[in-house]
């Protein structure tokens, strides 16, 4: 298994596992963008896969100093790495045919990026990207000779960098960790879910990972004490309002972590049972979280069969659309409050319960955060962050760039909130 670490970000670094994926996290990947699961984290080219956080919400503690080191509740012994016939693979030695017949190329690396992007990438709206153009881009690199591996790096660096999207970039072999096994269990190979089921266990309960320090860094034994780190992100109270609509139910949603549906629902339980037969779902200054749990929430609102949120890319695997499954859990009409803090998973459930006529949105225009991103490894360790697709509402409206526009600035009395609902059945209907 993979471990990539995440830079800048307001977690620990050095684990893809709950931190990364119930957090936001820019600087590693879109987190905006839905999760994708991976067969295999252990690769051997051509197979390419999505670094995948695992789910849960539990907390290893993991920090990263130099080499690695690990929070107060976890100790860690460093022993040194076994001899091995695997060739170390550092950015700065020289990687040509003859000197490594059996590995490799410069070019072939420069190569396989250029093939991911030209096989998944997606122009997010700059206009930068065309076939013709990067086919040019190919031309002029595989036709030159790369003496070293750093500038096979240097190269795609750059290539990628042409293509005007911030989200799309290189990830360096020295930024991934090797997890080698889990409490003496070997995972190499294994599954993302695998490892998961080895790492999780019950609060306070201490697991050992073994761990590699990048291609050629040392092997740590670290002992970690399991910590749920997930709080609830619900706030709800019971309001009465003046514009007729009487009993309310407000729920303000902070966050979609792994506690976020769950919560919700025992929230939305215990309004319905003082009196709320209404609900106003507050996603003011929901930046996101989890895509998945942002989906399973609007699903609590929809009817099954609808359409809560389609993803479009280049590659087929990105082109599907998602939709309710069940019964939802109130069938009223909903209030949802936005603002330009709204983005991301808070965007798919705005849009999802807007485009099917659940609800009307009030506030102001929302941040327009709608991507995906997938990260492939290469055969020699590095990886490239890719964009691969984009969310579109049930409406065919694009979040990215744009935003969604509410429906009214301020809450409005209840007959026009029923009138604004009838109009949008009947758009649909028509």
């Given at each position: 298994?993979?471990?990539?670490?995440?830079?800048?970000?307001?977690?620990?670094?050095?684990?893809?596992?709950?931190?990364?994926?119930?957090?936001?996290?820019?600087?590693?990947?879109?987190?905006?963008?839905?999760?994708r699961?991976s067969?295999?984290?252990?690769?051997?080219?051509?197979?390419?896969?999505?670094?995948?956080?695992?789910?849960?919400?539990l907390?290893?503690?993991?920090?990263?100093?130099?080499?690695?080191?690990?929070?107060?509740?976890?100790?860690?012994?460093?022993?040194?790495?076994?001899p091995s016939?695997e060739?170390?693979?550092?950015?700065?030695?020289?990687?040509?045919?003859?000197?490594?017949?059996?590995?490799?190329t410069?070019?072939?690396?420069?190569?396989?990026?250029?093939?991911?992007?030209?096989?998944?990438?997606l122009?997010?709206?700059?206009?930068?990207?065309?076939?013709?153009?990067?086919?040019?881009?190919?031309?002029?690199?595989?036709?030159s000779?790369?003496?070293?591996?750093?500038?096979?790096?240097?190269?795609?660096?750059?290539?990628?960098?042409?293509?005007?999207?911030?989200?799309?970039?290189?990830?360096?072999?020295?930024?991934g960790?090797?997890?080698?096994?889990?409490?003496?269990?070997?995972?190499?190979?294994k599954?993302?879910?695998?490892?998961?089921?080895?790492?999780?266990?019950?609060?306070?309960?201490?697991?050992?990972?073994?761990?590699?320090?990048?291609?050629c860094?040392?092997?740590?034994?670290i002992?970690?004490r399991?910590?749920?780190?997930?709080?609830?992100?619900?706030?709800?109270r019971?309001?009465?309002?003046?514009?007729?609509?009487?009993?309310?139910?407000?729920?303000?949603?902070?966050?979609?972590?792994?506690?976020?549906?769950?919560?919700?629902?025992?929230a939305?339980?215990?309004?319905?049972?003082?009196?709320?037969s209404?609900?106003?779902?507050?996603?003011?200054?929901?930046?996101?979280?989890?895509?998945?749990?942002?989906?399973?929430?609007?699903?609590?609102?929809?009817?099954?069969?609808?359409?809560?949120?389609?993803t479009?890319?280049?590659?087929?695997?990105?082109?599907?659309?998602?939709?309710?499954?069940?019964?939802?859990?109130?069938?009223?009409?909903?209030?949802?409050?936005?603002?330009?803090?709204?983005?991301?998973?808070?965007?798919?459930?705005?849009?999802?319960?807007?485009?099917?006529?659940?609800?009307?949105?009030?506030?102001?225009?929302?941040?327009g955060?709608?991507?995906?991103?997938?990260?492939?490894?290469?055969?020699?360790?590095?990886?490239?962050?890719v964009?691969?697709?984009?969310?579109?509402?049930?409406?065919r409206?694009?979040?990215?760039?744009?935003?969604?526009?509410?429906?009214?600035?301020?809450?409005?009395?209840?007959?026009?909130?029923?009138?604004?609902?009838?109009?949008?059945?009947?758009?649909?209907?028509?």
């Amino acid at each position: 298994m993979r471990v990539v670490f995440c830079y800048n970000c307001s977690i620990p670094r050095g684990i893809t596992t709950d931190f990364i994926s119930s957090h936001i996290c820019p600087k590693f990947i879109s987190f905006n963008s839905e999760p994708r699961f991976s067969k295999h984290l252990s690769l051997k080219w051509p197979q390419r896969v999505l670094l995948h956080a695992l789910t849960g919400a539990l907390s290893f503690g993991l920090l990263v100093s130099a080499p690695f080191s690990s929070a107060t509740e976890s100790s860690s012994l460093q022993i040194p790495s076994p001899p091995s016939s695997e060739y170390c693979r550092e950015e700065e030695q020289d990687q040509t045919a003859e000197t490594a017949p059996d590995l490799v190329t410069n070019e072939s690396i420069v190569e396989e990026a250029w093939e991911i992007v030209n096989d998944s990438f997606l122009d997010a709206g700059k206009h930068r990207w065309s076939p013709e153009r990067w086919m040019q881009k190919r031309e002029d690199v595989i036709n030159s000779s790369i003496q070293t591996r750093s500038k096979a790096h240097d190269i795609i660096r750059r290539m990628l960098a042409s293509l005007g999207d911030p989200y799309t970039r290189f990830i360096s072999p020295s930024q991934g960790d090797e997890i080698l096994s889990v409490n003496g269990v070997d995972v190499r190979g294994k599954s993302a879910f695998e490892v998961s089921s080895i790492l999780q266990g019950p609060n306070e309960t201490f697991v050992t990972i073994e761990v590699k320090h990048g291609n050629c860094g040392p092997i740590q034994l670290i002992e970690v004490r399991r910590q749920l780190v997930a709080r609830s992100p619900v706030f709800y109270r019971l309001e009465e309002m003046e514009n007729g609509i009487g009993s309310v139910g407000y729920l303000h949603l902070k966050e979609f972590n792994a506690l976020a549906r769950k919560d919700l629902v025992i929230a939305m339980k215990r309004l319905q049972d003082v009196g709320a037969s209404n609900f106003i779902l507050d996603l003011r200054d929901n930046l996101g979280g989890l895509v998945q749990v942002g989906i399973e929430v609007a699903k609590l609102f929809l009817n099954e069969g609808e359409t809560v949120i389609y993803t479009v890319g280049r590659d087929p695997q990105f082109q599907k659309s998602i939709i309710a499954d069940s019964a939802p859990m109130v069938t009223t009409p909903v209030i949802v409050l936005v603002n330009h803090n709204t983005a991301s998973a808070s965007e798919i459930v705005a849009t999802a319960l807007h485009d099917n006529c659940r609800a009307v949105l009030v506030g102001e225009r929302t941040f327009g955060k709608g991507l995906i991103q997938s990260v492939f490894e290469l055969h020699d360790g590095s990886g490239v962050v890719v964009t691969v697709g984009k969310y579109v509402t049930p409406n065919r409206m694009d979040i990215n760039g744009n935003g969604i526009e509410p429906d009214f600035r301020s809450i409005p009395a209840w007959d026009e909130i029923t009138k604004h609902l009838s109009q949008c059945h009947l758009q649909r209907q028509g």
